[in-house]
């Protein structure tokens, strides 16, 4: 059972199924390589957002958490000219990496923040209720399973609350095929329809740079998402959207700090060089995405977006580690055909064990991270460039590694699967 806690003391009970984890082949030499959301098939058929069914967004106003309840403004009077504490901004993903950090930056901007959680949050559901609770302190927080259409919407309308935006931060924790399916695909899409129900004239998503070449099925989860979010603009003009796709997350680039520390090489495919990303922080990300609420000049805009600075490679990164550790440089240098060998062992290991295709999607997404850019890809060229891709915040990936050889990774874990 599960419950919502909302400044207006309403409660909702709601049942949650439980969660599986899973955990995929490790080693320290590709601890860099972290990917969020590996789908392939869709479990379900799609939902279609422009059949009214049964969640008629008519149906849902006025809200009926109590009588006096005044009635829901339509979709169609902008929520920009608000006060931000009458603005109410759903975030689904909030006990996330980025999701935590999106959530205190619109508190702190003033909005009306209703967070959905699940009971268990936070990587292998480690986080209890109370310190879901804690972590998301002065929120709304909604314990409701975002996966479940119906459950989502009776939580919101339980809660109360007209929704004005939505913003998604939410990702496959496990990286399964079918669970990123589920998650990057279908339950984002569930945000919007209950969101869309509730009154939400514009949905803030975050999605991922790399979708730009689609070679991977998560990739192609977002991207659907990303085409049916942006056609339900194109067919109601009330609505907008902000898509925001950033470059490498500092968690994905920090997993050789400690190991550097202690001495060990540093380890790279090829001559170090194969790829570049210009990282970003959390603090700086979640900015950014707090900033696509109000933004106009983010209206119906697909954002990609970087840290500060120049765009480093592997090699650079290394670099940098090696000169704040005071070690002596030390590389290892992995033949990417390795990677390529790797993939075609468990591609062929799939077609006898069908259970294996997360492996063999793993495979891929190390093979990607490994040798292609988190840049601007250029159409024509086919080419990546670090001066066409944009750059947001202050926070660099030298303050980080410093911080994380001061005080350790805590706080920018991996998910629950760590790729190779
Ligand atoms: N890593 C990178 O370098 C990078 C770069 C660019 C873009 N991105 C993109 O950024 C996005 C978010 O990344 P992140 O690192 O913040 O993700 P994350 O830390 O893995 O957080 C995922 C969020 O989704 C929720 N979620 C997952 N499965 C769920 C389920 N079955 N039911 C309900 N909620 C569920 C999680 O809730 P719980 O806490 O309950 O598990 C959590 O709030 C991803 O789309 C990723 O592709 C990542």
């Known amino acids: 059972m599960s419950r919502c806690f909302s400044s207006n003391g309403l409660t909702l009970h709601a049942p949650r199924g439980h969660h599986s984890f899973k955990r995929c082949l490790s080693s320290h030499f590709l601890n860099q390589i972290q990917v969020n959301s590996i789908p392939y098939a869709l479990p379900n058929p799609p939902l279609n957002l422009s059949e009214p069914s049964k969640f008629s967004r008519q149906r849902l106003y006025p809200i009926t958490a109590s009588t006096t309840t005044p009635a829901v403004e339509t979709p169609k009077s902008s929520f920009r ?30 909005f009306n923040v209703i967070a959905t959680a699940r009971e268990k949050s936070g990587i292998r559901g480690r986080n209890s209720k109370e310190e879901t609770l804690i972590q998301l302190k002065g929120a709304n927080v909604c314990f409701s399973d ?16 007209p929704i004005d935006v939505v913003v998604s931060c939410l990702a496959s924790r496990t990286g399964g095929v079918k669970d990123s399916w589920k998650i990057d695909y279908e339950a ?35 991207l659907k998402f990303e085409a049916e979010l942006m056609r339900e603009a194109e067919e ?46 959390e603090q700086d990300l979640a900015s950014f995405i707090a900033d696509c609420v109000l933004s106009k000049d983010k209206i119906n805009q697909v954002l990609p977006i970087g840290g500060p600075g120049k765009a480093l490679t592997p090699l650079e990164q290394g670099e940098i580690l090696f000169r704040l ?96």
Do not use: W
Request: proline share 4%.
């Open 236 to 281: 109601d003009d009330g609505f907008t959207y902000s898509i925001v796709r950033p470059t490498a997350f500092f968690k994905s680039l920090g997993g050789q700090v400690e190991l550097v520390r202690d001495g060990k090489p540093y380890v790279m495919f090829g001559d170090g060089k194969l790829c570049a990303c210009k990282p970003i922080s």
């Open 146 to 161: 975002v996966t479940q259409l119906d459950n989502l919407e009776k939580s919101l309308e339980n809660l109360g609350f």
């Open 81 to 110: 000219s608000k006060n931000p504490k009458d603005i109410n901004v759903l975030v689904v993903g909030s006990t996330g990496y980025i999701g935590k950090f999106v959530v205190k930056e619109l508190i702190d901007r003033g």
């Open 188 to 222: 984002t899409k569930n945000s919007l329809v209950a969101g869309r129900n509730r009154g939400a004239s514009h949905f803030v998503l975050l999605s991922a740079i790399c979708v730009q070449k689609p070679l991977l099925e998560f990739q192609r989860a977002k």
């Open 325 to 420: 550790s005071g070690r002596e440089p030390k590389f290892l240098k992995v033949p990417i055909q390795i990677m390529d060998f790797a993939i075609g062992v468990l591609d062929f290991l799939v077609k006898i064990f069908p259970s294996m295709e997360d492996a063999a999607e793993f495979g891929k997404i190390g093979r990607y991270y490994a040798a292609e850019s988190m840049l601007i890809l250029d159409p024509e060229t086919g080419e990546y460039s670090a001066e066409k891709t944009p750059s947001y915040g202050k926070d660099t990936l030298e303050e980080f590694f410093e911080r994380v050889l001061r005080e350790g990774m805590a706080g920018q874990e991996l998910g629950e699967q760590t790729i190779f």
